[in-house]
């Protein structure tokens, strides 16, 4: 087997044991395993000429997350933004692990944390491309859940926020996801479209 096919079994492995599960299409999936999945195909379809380096990152971007639960940290927005940037570290260190096990070398190591850590957005690429990627299946698979949970304009600064991550291409896409009219509407009405 390759390093590659090494590395994305093994972030199968370690995300299928995620106690967490999501149903979807009448199946049962452990959580993190589903948006790995997810975001790999996304990245396929949206750029199928990907480096390795970000097919890793994609793969691996919550690679563990329940091990590390909202709930530890304070419950405001500093307590948000510290456990987002330890996730990030988390999330580094532990594909850092299963990528030098996999056998590659440590420059591939590096920008596979370098793009997982998301640095240079806006400036690099790729950080760019698995940013794009990570808001296109927010959009296509989480945001109606969100939608239900907040109100009107809270979700219009959610939508704000999501787009401002987002390159044109990334834009272009998103628009092409199968929302709901209700749904729609409000991206059109917090876009001004």
Not at 7 to 23: H, K
Not at 43 to 65: D, G, W, Y
Not at 115 to 133: A, S, Y
Not at 171 to 179: D, G, M, P, R
Request: hydrophobic content about 35%; glycine content about 2%.
């Amino acid at each position: 087997m390759t390093p590659f096919q090494n590395a994305s079994q093994w972030i199968d492995a370690a995300n299928a044991i995620d106690p967490n599960s999501e149903i979807y299409q009448s199946k049962t999936y452990p959580k993190e395993l589903l948006y790995s999945n997810r975001m790999y195909e996304r990245l396929m379809n949206f750029c199928p000429n990907a480096s390795e380096e970000v097919q890793i990152a994609t793969k691996a971007q919550h690679i563990c997350r329940w091990k590390m639960s909202r709930e530890s940290y304070p419950m405001d927005r500093v307590g948000y933004l510290k456990w987002r940037e330890d996730l990030k570290k988390f999330h580094a260190e532990t594909i850092a692990r299963i990528v030098e096990k996999a056998g590659y070398q440590e420059e591939f190591i590096s920008r596979v944390s370098f793009l997982i850590e998301k640095k240079l957005l806006k400036k690099d690429e790729e950080t760019q491309l698995l940013e794009d990627v990570i808001c296109l299946v927010f959009l296509e698979y989480y945001f109606d859940s969100f939608v239900q949970k907040h109100d009107r304009e809270k979700m219009k600064n959610i939508i704000l926020k999501t787009w401002n991550k987002m390159s044109e291409k990334g834009h272009q896409e998103a628009l092409k996801i199968n929302f709901s009219e209700v749904n729609l509407q409000l991206i059109k009405e917090a876009l001004g479209l």
